[in-house]
């Protein structure tokens, strides 16, 4: 589930990299300043994905966390949540500045709304969307959650290995 997770969250990020490119040719963080205002959907998007990857509640990326780190402590590896919180922190870290330079840097810059083209902004919206979507209900659609936890349970009880050819395991 986390692959999924992590997957829906970091394409809705370079999907905005290449949307913010291909409407500005910009590439230095500090030109983003006051783009959020300009870029609505992009930097929304972008702030969805960004929160996802810190592992915020109501984004996907809270359950999948959540969940390896239930599994952490279950096992009695108490390192791996520690190392699970400080991966989200410093997501958190690295990813708040570009946020809130894009919506609240140049104040007197002046922007009017000016997204890329559809072709390039609906892709974003879309996995943003599901970033959120499935932060909300983890068994939409394809039932990714159930899914992982039926193999995650396969594995525990041996079940898996025993399923392969031999020479794959």
């Known amino acids: 589930f986390h692959i999924v997770a992590h997957g829906f969250?970091?394409?809705t990020l370079f999907f905005c990299a290449g949307a913010i490119y291909v409407k500005t040719h910009k590439l230095d963080i500090p030109d983003?300043?006051?783009?959020g205002r300009q870029m609505p959907i992009t930097?929304?998007?972008?702030?969805?994905?960004a929160l996802g990857l810190a592992g915020?509640?109501?984004?996907?990326?809270?359950?999948?966390?959540?969940?390896?780190g239930l599994g952490a402590l279950q096992d009695g590896h108490a390192l791996f949540l520690i190392v699970l919180v400080v991966s989200g922190l410093l997501n958190f870290a690295y990813f708040f500045p570009i946020v809130y330079r894009a919506f609240f840097g140049n104040p007197e810059q002046t922007f009017t709304f000016d997204e890329a083209?559809?072709?390039?902004?609906l892709p974003l919206a879309l996995t943003?969307?599901?970033s959120i979507m499935l932060g909300v209900y983890p068994n939409l659609g394809a039932s990714a959650y159930d899914l992982a936890w039926q193999a995650?349970?396969?594995v525990l009880a041996g079940e898996a290995s025993a399923s392969l050819p031999?020479?794959?395991y």
């Open 9 to 11: 969250m970091k394409i």
């Open 32 to 35: 983003l300043d006051g783009l």
């Open 43 to 49: 930097f929304g998007a972008f702030t969805i994905g």
């Open 56 to 68: 915020t509640p109501l984004c996907v990326g809270f359950i999948s966390k959540w969940n390896l």
């Open 117 to 121: 083209p559809v072709t390039v902004w």
């Open 128 to 130: 943003a969307i599901v």
């Open 152 to 154: 995650a349970e396969r």
């Open 166 to 168: 031999r020479g794959l």
